[in-house]
């Protein structure tokens, strides 16, 4: 995304250093911890959710906007607040003279419809203390100017849900918010997963703690929602996931709090999106033949989205690539990485001997980031479990990190000095590219790097790789 968002977040994090998509969207969770009134708030929320799916996730209508080339953008569509309920939208639709002509279908749109975006509200963000951040103070000059500057920037990006989605959340597909989010800008109009832990980071060192910890709870009560937060902030992002970050968002507001209410809770809402990306029901969770040694496995995590139709916010550009559920499915599994789509997904070039978008090969690989991130997640929350005194959580997750980064070993470090790469899932082997994926794993500060770094238990290097 190229956007003032993407400035604000990298700058000031270097200043501090069909059936399927049904099933995913309103899939109701069984929750170990009752939740009370909350919870019912949730079940409607989710039966809200499940009818406008009806329209901005699948269907005719959907189908129909899109091929039809209403709209250059095809977020567009999906974007636009309904003026009646879906059932009432989908009626008028369907008595629409047929075949549909381009104009009866834009007047229709245009009557039924509001305009994209307008789900969502700028937010008055106060004024941070930036008279008291010490690493402002330690600044001088052109350096401190623009740093100050930088930092007034997040008033730009601050929203709202507007209040229709409280009164009418099923005439939407925006996620309601209980909290103030940060939005990329431009054409992305609601939060997204992964791109929060940099800026949860970002309002923290800008004297924003508050607003970052109500980014963070926003995230904590999709997961009561879905059973796992959503790629994006709007209903048709429900099929999919993003890197898991979430914990490290709130070890970021614990840290920078010692509000230990709000870890204690939010341990309890960790709990069930882990158990989203450990249980085999969700396909994210694979058993990796370890090489040379024969009916050895390991089992490590991939990215894998059981929906394969075109997505909603890109259906056209979808339907331009293939007609594929396959492709379709891997496409989806490349949005959920965060890195979309890169050489880095296709294990095979193609006839011509290039690549493109119908070579995916994304559920076909471990990626190394991905279980960096999960190996985090495992470690953070057994010291947070610690921090509260619960020894057995914490020994239960430091157990699994320990069996992660064993596995990370067997089968993704390779060479000497040692390498990690992403892995074929059915061979084991490594994939041929090395990638800026592999620097995860010293961010994940695996306590085995600096005792690998010069041996590995795959001493060959990598025989292919592509800087």
């Not at 977040?9 to 911890?33: D, F, K, P, Q």
């Not at 099923?170 to 800026?199: C, K, Q």
């Not at 920078?256 to 809402?269: I, N």
């Not at 969770?285 to 990215?303: F, M, S, W």
Request: proline share 7%; aromatic share 10%; charged share 20%.
């Amino acid at each position: 995304m190229t956007s003032i968002y993407t400035m604000v977040v990298r700058c000031v994090g270097i200043l501090v250093s069909t059936a399927a998509t049904y099933y995913l969207a309103v899939r109701v969770i069984s929750h170990a911890n009752a939740l009370g009134e909350k919870d019912k708030d949730f079940e409607e929320w989710r039966q809200a959710y499940d009818r406008a799916c009806a329209v901005y996730c699948r269907g005719e209508l959907l189908d129909a906007v899109q091929r039809l080339k209403l709209f250059r953008d095809s977020k567009s569509f999906v974007d636009m607040p309904m003026k009646l309920d879906p059932e009432d939208i989908m009626a008028a639709f369907r008595s629409l003279p047929r075949p549909l002509l381009p104009q009866t279908l834009s007047d229709f749109v245009a009557e039924h419809f509001l305009q994209p975006g307008s789900d969502v509200i700028p937010y008055p963000l106060p004024s941070p203390e930036i008279v008291g951040l010490n690493w402002i103070e330690e600044l001088n000059g052109p350096a401190k100017s623009w740093a100050m500057d930088l930092i007034k920037k997040w008033a730009q990006l601050t929203r709202k849900t507007a209040p229709s989605v409280s009164k009418n959340p099923e005439r939407t597909s925006t996620l309601h918010r209980r909290h103030v989010f940060v939005v990329p800008g431009g054409r992305f109009r609601e939060s997204y997963y992964w791109d929060s832990y940099w800026i949860v980071k970002g309002l923290i060192i800008s004297g924003l703690g508050s607003i970052a910890k109500g980014v963070v709870k926003n995230l904590l009560d999709d997961v009561h929602k879905f059973g796992f937060v959503p790629n994006g902030g709007r209903i048709y992002y429900a099929t999919r996931s993003q890197p898991p970050l979430l914990c490290s968002m709130v070890r970021e507001v614990y840290e920078s709090s010692d509000d230990k209410e709000f870890l204690s809770s939010a341990l309890r809402t960790l709990e069930i999106e882990y158990s989203f990306w450990m249980s085999p029901a969700n396909s994210r969770v694979v058993a990796i033949p370890v090489p040379n040694i024969n009916g050895v496995t390991v089992e490590l995590n991939r990215y894998y989205s059981k929906d394969n139709t075109p997505r909603p916010e890109s259906y056209r550009e979808d339907l331009n690539t293939s007609e594929s559920p396959h492709i379709f499915r891997e496409i989806r599994s490349a949005a959920e990485s965060g890195w979309d789509f890169s050489s880095r997904w296709i294990l095979n070039k193609n006839q011509s001997g290039g690549y493109s978008l119908k070579d995916l090969a994304v559920t076909s690989l471990a990626p190394v980031d991905l279980n960096a991130f999960l190996y985090s997640m495992e470690s953070s929350m057994s010291h947070l479990y610690s921090v509260l005194g619960n020894t057995h959580a914490s020994g239960r997750f430091s157990k699994a990190a320990v069996r992660r980064k064993n596995a990370i070993m067997k089968v993704m470090a390779h060479g000497s000095p040692a390498r990690f790469f992403d892995v074929d899932i059915k061979t084991g082997k490594p994939s041929p590219y090395s990638t800026a994926a592999e620097y995860t794993i010293m961010w994940a500060v695996l306590p085995i790097l600096t005792l690998t770094l010069t041996s590995s238990p795959n001493p060959n290097p990598n025989p292919n790789p592509n800087p």
